[in-house]
């Protein structure tokens, strides 16, 4: 059932005005629908949930990481009809793109960036010598509405710790609760099949690290192993994010700040038309993989 945004909602003014009574015997009704039982509120929000995950386990495309990259990879996949989920460690998707540069809460893009701006309905401004600037919070919240709305599912507070491997193939994901891990707790994890994996973890490059290391597999970069990132080069990092976004094992691809960390290149800071790009290329790369989504 899809409902408007807002449309059940109380405004906040009337809330408050009642919670003097609203706990008490004959406690105000303020217009919400009678019958409201906890329970049916438990239920409702568990089988809305298993419901959603469980359209997750066999999935065309797994993004890990719901950064620019990852947002933009999956909204672009899933426009296109392919299944995609988005597993995301912490409770907040959008990744590295809130806090703008150094807490200053806007991002900076190139004018090759604009159509993907466009296409998410991000608004920016001219700041001239070519740069375009966006509210990062805005940007980060466009990116998370179109994604969403296109029918990508993001799965927060889920960390990736594994990969599941099939004929020297990545065939899909390892993951728990993110508070599991924190608080190192003895629990086994669940896994979820996926007919193409996307790093997209950043500057950690995670999923390539578990391959490397725990897979011991050779990866398709010049030394066959993780490069390492570089000290920050924003032109060449730019440039290089988007030319590094590649399949770097069978079934396992790179994008945003993780291609960069594994091909060896730069970082870029604040300007993020890269990552935008990237994104953009790692969808068009495992779409033309997959094949038709039908
Ligand atoms: O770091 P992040 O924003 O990745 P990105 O899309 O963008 C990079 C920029 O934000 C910035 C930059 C701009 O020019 O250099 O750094 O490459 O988002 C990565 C997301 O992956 C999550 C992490 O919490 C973050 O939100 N993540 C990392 N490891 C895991 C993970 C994991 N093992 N499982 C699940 N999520």
């Known amino acids: 059932m899809v409902v408007v945004a807002g449309r059940d909602r109380q405004p ?11 706990c008490g015997p004959g406690a105000y009704n303020f217009g919400m629908s009678e019958g409201l039982d906890e329970v049916k509120i438990t239920r409702a929000i568990f089988r809305a949930y298993a419901s959603k995950f469980e359209q997750s386990t066999n999935l065309d ?38 806090g703008g540069g150094m807490m200053f809460n806007e991002i900076a893009m190139q004018h ?18 070519g740069l375009y600037t966006a509210d ?18 993001v799965f927060n507070l889920i960390s990736v710790e594994d990969v599941m491997v099939r004929q020297e ?3 899909g994901l390892v993951i728990q609760w993110t508070p599991v891990g924190l608080a190192k707790l003895h629990v086994d994890p669940l896994t979820v099949s996926a007919r193409a994996v996307i790093d997209g973890t950043g500057h950690e490059a995670e999923v390539t690290r578990v391959v490397q290391d725990k897979f011991k597999a050779r990866l398709a970069t010049e030394t066959g192993r993780i490069m390492d990132e570089r000290p920050m080069w924003a032109e060449r990092a730019e440039k290089e994010v988007v030319e590094n976004t ?27 038309g890269g990552m935008l790009l990237s994104g953009k290329r790692a969808a068009e790369l495992v779409a033309g993989s997959l094949g038709s989504s039908g």
């Open 12 to 22: 906040a003014h009337d809330m408050v005005s009642h919670t003097m009574h609203e």
């Open 61 to 98: 495309v797994a993004v890990v990481g719901a950064g620019p990259s990852g947002l933009v990879a999956s909204y672009y996949l899933a426009k296109q009809g392919f299944g995609v989920a988005i597993f995301e460690r912490k409770l907040a998707p959008g990744g590295g793109m809130w």
């Open 112 to 129: 090759e960036a604009l159509a993907v701006l466009e296409e998410f309905g991000i608004a920016y401004a001219d700041a001239g010598s």
């Open 136 to 153: 990062s919070v805005h940007a980060a919240s466009m990116l998370l509405a179109r994604a969403t709305s296109a029918g990508v599912r």
């Open 169 to 171: 193939r990545i065939a």
């Open 246 to 272: 590649r399949e770097v094992y069978p079934g396992l691809w790179v994008m945003g700040m993780a291609a960069n960390a594994v091909f060896g290149s730069c970082r870029m800071g604040p300007v993020f």
